[in-house]
Each structure stands twice: as C-alpha cells, then as structure tokens.
T-cell receptor
Framework: AQKITQTQPGMFVQEKEAVTLDCTYD???????LFWYKQPSSGEMIFLIY??????QNATEGRYSLNFQKARKSANLVISASQLGDSAMYFC?????????????FGTGTRLTIIP | GAGVSQSPSNKVTEKGKDVELRCDPI?????LYWYRQRLGQGLEFLIY????????KSGLPSDRFSAERTGESVSTLTIQRTQQEDSAVYLC??????????????FGEGSWLTVV
C-alpha cells in the first residue's frame, strides 16, 4: 500500500487565490512526522512545513499552513494568497519513528501552476 | 557549509561508463541520504548513512550502484556501467541524526545525470 498518496497530479490556480494540496498517509506508527517540500524547475527540494503526529495545533509558516486531520490521516497543505513564484511541484512526505533510519517516504507530487 | 552541496550539477555520459556523484552535507549533520528522481516522478530512496556506515542500502537498484562516506562528511555515489534507465536527478540530503523523526531533512540541488 502507498504510504503517501497525493491524488492531484496537477492544479491550476489564479494568482492571489488560496490553494489546497491534498495528502493522505498510511501508517500504524503512533509517532511520525509529516513534511511538505516544494520543488521548482531548478530541481532543489525546499522544505516548507512540518507537522508532528502529537502536535495538537496545525502548523503554520508564513503563507503555508498544514491542515492536519489525524483521524482521517490527512495532511493537506494550504497556500494562502498564491503568487506566481509558487508554481512548482509539491511533495508530501512522512517520517516514521519506528524506522531506525528515519528516512522520508514521498508521495508522487502535485504540479501547481499559478495563472496571472 | 550553509547548505547541502552536490557536484556535478549536470553530467552527460555515454552508456557503459562509470560516474561519480558527490555530496557535501550540512556541517554537523550525521545522517545523509541519497534519493533518485526520474523525470516527472517522485523520489526513490537509495541509501542512508549514519556517520560513515550505511545501515540501510535497501534502495540501491542493482549492484552497479554503490556509495561511501568518509570523515562523517562527504559522500560519493558511484554508478558503474551506466545504462539509459539510470538517467535521473540524484538528490542528496542530510539531517541531524539520532534525535527524532521531527528533524528536517535538507536537500541539495541535485545532480542531473543523462546517459546517452
């Protein structure tokens, strides 16, 4: 079974609108971390935001927030007031505490295009 | 250094030749990861280092792939007898080790490998 599922291969959003990128995950571990990365055309993976499984409040970082719904195993990324520079691939990833090597498992990504 | 540094940034090689890709992690980061990303796809885990040892090589696709790390710093990923299916971006990442799943993994800009 896929550990991380991103069901939106591509999205087009008007500039200045908010956008939600979906992510669901699958784990039996109680302790885990969820991450979102942005990958522009240059190829670098840029860390955006982190949510721990025991965090009661949704994480926020500037225009990014993570809508964490633990019971539904959902960790959607919300970008407010989108900008042209937000056009990129976005990856959701998970790190499980039971993995002694703490590696990240990634979803297949969502390509976001911001339309002027 | 300030971030994860990778070289070369681009490499075109002929089928059958060997290539070496280098990664210089963030200073003080004991955990180092190599991932592969084929065009338009997500990230595949290749190998994990903790210090100079590699307890998890589960992602290496074949015995043509090997990696080493020295001085708990620089790592080299070597691909022998390259094949066209090896064409991909090879991403290196590092993080603090042994301190929990919440530590962020920081990525370099990747080495784009093209096998012709």
């Amino acid at each position: 079974a896929q550990k991380i599922t991103q069901t939106q291969p591509g999205m087009f959003v008007q500039e200045k609108e908010a956008v939600t990128l979906d992510c669901t995950y699958d784990t039996s571990d109680q302790s885990y971390g969820l991450f979102w990365y942005k990958q522009p055309s240059s190829g670098e993976m840029i860390f955006l935001i982190y949510q721990g499984s025991y965090d009661e409040q949704n994480a926020t970082e500037g225009r990014y927030s993570l809508n964490f719904q633990k019971a539904r195993k959902s960790a959607n990324l919300v970008i407010s007031a989108s900008q042209l520079g937000d056009s990129a691939m976005y990856f959701c990833a998970m790190r499980e505490a039971r993995d002694p090597h703490e590696k990240l498992t990634f979803g297949t990504g969502t390509r976001l295009t911001i339309i002027p | 250094g300030a971030g994860v540094s990778q070289s070369p940034s681009n490499k075109v090689t002929e089928k059958g030749k060997d290539v070496e890709l280098r990664c210089d992690p963030i200073s003080g980061h004991t955990a180092l990861y190599w991932y592969r990303q084929r065009l338009g796809q997500g990230l595949e885990f290749l190998i994990y280092f903790q210090g100079n040892s590699a307890p998890d090589k589960s992602g290496l696709p074949s015995d043509r792939f090997s990696a080493e790390r020295t001085g708990e710093s620089v790592s080299t990923l070597t691909i022998q007898r390259t094949q066209q299916e090896d064409s991909a971006v090879y991403l290196c990442a590092s993080s603090l080790g042994f301190t929990g799943y919440g530590n962020t993994i920081y990525f370099g800009e990747g080495s784009w490998l093209t096998v012709v």
